[in-house]
């Protein structure tokens, strides 16, 4: 089969034929239609995970996808030969990923049902940001009204995270560039603030919630400075100080999506319902993507990447 992979830790990703995987007791096999991009996949492919799990090589990127069951292994109950399914397969040995046209995963893995209608291509590009803008969206437990400061709302969890505040009744702050700003409205944001115009200090005060998507310690710590006294902030970089939140009785702290099929099955329904947009900025042929997804990636991105297999 064919499938893009690294052959090394560091290496440029490359189109390769591989044998097609068969699913061992408890797997499940999947043809797949569409598997999206995300941030994750290079940083599995430098060597992010060397040392804490096996990995094999070629290591064939991609975590989440979407596709049809094909085959299953002894003892699978969840799926049956033929169900669409959607959702996240990154599992031990790292490598076995969904930049492929076929992959295995045990069914334990978040999976879930793809609802008839909804695109497979979207739903692929659903999973790891949308789980973790659900996630983070319900670790605020802020009430209607309350405001939240997004920090990196132009990505993928960002665009999400917004439209999700939004319909909880919050009022959403968005950080972004003047050319984001219409889209950052229509996508529920009450006010955009121009993050390269200087610090948010002084544009921003008293926010009752922060979710930090982009940026290192310093950049949180900037940004942490206009929640209010008892609030909550929340990072996805792993940039939280647990003691300097403490001090200011800020609850959260760094912030880990755990996949469930709930959540998938949340999230599909809210798609299928026209309740969340999922922007697919570009879609790449599996034969075409490795040349591009060598390239340096733009900051500038509107949307989630997808390889159409």
Same mark, same amino acid.
């Given at each position: 089969?064919?499938?893009?992979?690294?052959?090394?830790?560091? *290496?440029?990703? !490359? %189109? #390769?034929?591989?044998?097609?995987?068969?699913? /061992?007791?408890?797997? $499940?096999?999947?043809?797949? =239609? @569409?598997?999206?991009?995300?941030?994750?996949?290079?940083?599995?492919?430098?060597?992010?995970?060397?040392?804490?799990?096996?990995?094999?090589?070629?290591?064939?990127?991609?975590?989440?996808?979407?596709?049809?069951?094909?085959?299953?292994?002894?003892?699978?109950?969840?799926?049956?030969?033929?169900?669409?399914?959607?959702?996240?397969?990154?599992?031990?040995?790292?490598?076995?990923?969904?930049?492929?046209?076929?992959?295995?995963?045990?069914?334990?893995?978040?999976?879930?049902?793809?609802?008839?209608?909804?695109?497979?291509?979207?739903?692929?590009?659903?999973?790891?940001?949308?789980?973790?803008?659900?996630?983070?969206?319900?670790?605020?437990?802020?009430?209607? *009204?309350?405001? !939240? %400061? #997004?920090?990196?709302?132009?990505?993928?969890? /960002?665009?999400?995270? $917004?439209?999700?505040?939004? =319909? @909880?009744?919050?009022?959403?702050?968005?950080?972004?560039?003047?050319?984001?700003?219409?889209?950052?409205?229509?996508?529920?944001?009450?006010?955009?603030?121009?993050?390269?115009?200087?610090?948010?200090?002084?544009?921003?005060?008293?926010?009752?919630?922060?979710?930090?998507?982009?940026?290192?310690?310093?950049?949180?710590?900037?940004?942490?400075?206009?929640?209010?006294?008892?609030?909550?902030?929340?990072?996805?970089?792993?940039?939280?100080?647990?003691?300097?939140?403490?001090?200011?009785?800020?609850?959260?702290?760094?912030?880990?999506?755990?996949?469930?099929?709930?959540?998938?099955?949340?999230?599909?329904?809210?798609?299928?319902?026209?309740?969340?947009?999922?922007?697919?900025?570009?879609?790449?042929?599996?034969?075409?993507?490795?040349?591009?997804?060598?390239?340096?990636?733009?900051?500038? =991105?509107?949307?989630?990447?997808?390889?159409?297999?």
């Amino acid at each position: 089969m064919r499938a893009i992979a690294v052959h090394e830790f560091g *290496g440029s990703p !490359v %189109l #390769v034929e591989i044998p097609e995987p068969v699913p /061992g007791p408890g797997g $499940v096999l999947v043809r797949l =239609a @569409a598997a999206g991009v995300n941030p994750f996949d290079r940083k599995v492919a430098d060597g992010m995970m060397k040392g804490s799990m096996p990995h094999v090589f070629p290591l064939v990127l991609g975590i989440d996808g979407a596709g049809v069951v094909e085959a299953l292994g002894e003892g699978v109950t969840r799926f049956a030969v033929g169900d669409p399914v959607f959702g996240t397969f990154f599992h031990s040995p790292a490598g076995e990923g969904t930049y492929a046209e076929y992959v295995t995963v045990p069914e334990t893995n978040p999976l879930a049902l793809l609802p008839a209608g909804l695109d497979p291509v979207v739903a692929a590009a659903l999973p790891t940001a949308g789980l973790t803008a659900v996630q983070v969206v319900d670790a605020l437990e802020a009430e209607a *009204g309350e405001t !939240v %400061l #997004v920090v990196g709302a132009t990505g993928g969890v /960002g665009g999400f995270v $917004v439209q999700l505040a939004a =319909a @909880a009744g919050l009022r959403v702050v968005a950080t972004g560039r003047p050319a984001d700003a219409d889209r950052l409205r229509e996508l529920g944001a009450a006010e955009v603030v121009d993050h390269t115009a200087g610090p948010l200090s002084g544009r921003v005060s008293d926010v009752d919630a922060l979710v930090h998507l982009v940026g290192d310690q310093e950049a949180f710590r900037a940004a942490l400075a206009v929640v209010r006294t008892g609030g909550r902030a929340f990072t996805t970089t792993f940039s939280a100080d647990q003691d300097a939140l403490a001090a200011r009785g800020i609850s959260g702290g760094n912030f880990e999506v755990r996949g469930t099929p709930d959540g998938l099955s949340r999230l599909a329904d809210a798609v299928s319902g026209g309740r969340l947009k999922v922007a697919v900025e570009h879609r790449l042929p599996l034969a075409e993507a490795a040349a591009e997804l060598a390239r340096p990636r733009s900051t500038g =991105a509107r949307g989630k990447t997808v390889v159409v297999i």
